[in-house]
């Protein structure tokens, strides 16, 4: 099993749909989980950490449940600047490192 | 915003020859960390640095890595004897430390070509 797996898309949506990405993990010792975005052949950026009890960031909601092992993202009234890849990743508590899943594609027509 | 800087932006090099990477973590920031991304694939961790010394590595950093901190600003990757699979978009990232969630913050990347 990946350590960190995600539905590698394409989501292809219209501009003001909501769209939603799952992702799940592996090791139940993970403490630290984040959603970054990467465009086409740039790093990866950092959209939001992922808490405990949910957070909310603009048009961005991130839910974490940790007794299914999985974490998720939501979108809402996506815009065509959303477009790229949305990669979730996960840190261990013993580990400093962060493991990232392959990514989920999304773009948005208009 | 403070960021991550590296260079070169891009790198071509001779199979066998060795390559430097250079990175500038964030300033205040303790941790720091090496990433490799081959082109269509996901990015992997390679190695974690802290007190001047690895603090943890995977199985792709073997013999043929290393890093180094030779000052107070600079964080170095050095690759020798570079193989053709070493081909691929290199990532530094720091942290300022390992607690309450603190996110990686990633530099845009040394893109390597080995011929």
């Known amino acids: 099993r990946k350590e960190v797996e995600q539905d590698p898309g394409p989501f292809n949506v219209p501009e003001g749909a909501t769209v939603a990405f799952n992702c799940t993990y592996s090791n139940s010792a993970s403490q630290s989980f984040f959603w970054y975005r990467q465009d086409c052949r740039k790093e990866p950026k950092l959209l939001m950490s992922?808490?405990?009890s949910g957070n909310e960031d603009g048009r961005f909601t991130a839910q974490l449940n940790r007794a299914s092992q999985y974490i998720s993202l939501l979108i809402r009234d996506s815009k065509l600047s959303d477009s790229a890849t949305y990669l979730c990743?996960?840190?261990?508590?013993?580990?400093?490192?962060?493991?990232f899943g392959s990514g989920t594609r999304l773009s948005i027509r208009p | 915003e403070p960021e991550v800087t590296q260079t070169p932006s891009h790198q071509v090099t001779q199979m066998g020859q060795e390559v430097i990477l250079r990175c500038v973590p964030i300033s205040n920031h303790l941790y720091f960390y090496w990433y490799r991304q081959i082109l269509g694939q996901k990015v992997e961790f390679l190695v974690s640095?802290?007190?001047?010394?690895?603090?943890?590595k995977s199985e792709i950093f073997d013999d043929q890595f290393s890093v180094e901190r030779p000052d107070g600003s600079n964080f170095t990757l050095k690759i020798r004897s570079t193989k053709l699979e070493d081909s691929a978009m290199y990532f530094c990232?720091?942290?300022?430390?390992?607690?309450?969630?603190?996110?990686?913050?990633f530099g845009d990347g040394t893109r390597l070509s080995i011929l």
């Open positions: 990743v996960v840190r261990s508590s013993s580990a400093s490192k962060i493991i």
């Open positions: 990232a720091s942290s300022d430390h390992l607690r309450n969630n603190q996110p990686q913050h």
């Open positions: 640095f802290y007190n001047n010394e690895i603090s943890e």
């Open positions: 992922v808490y405990s």
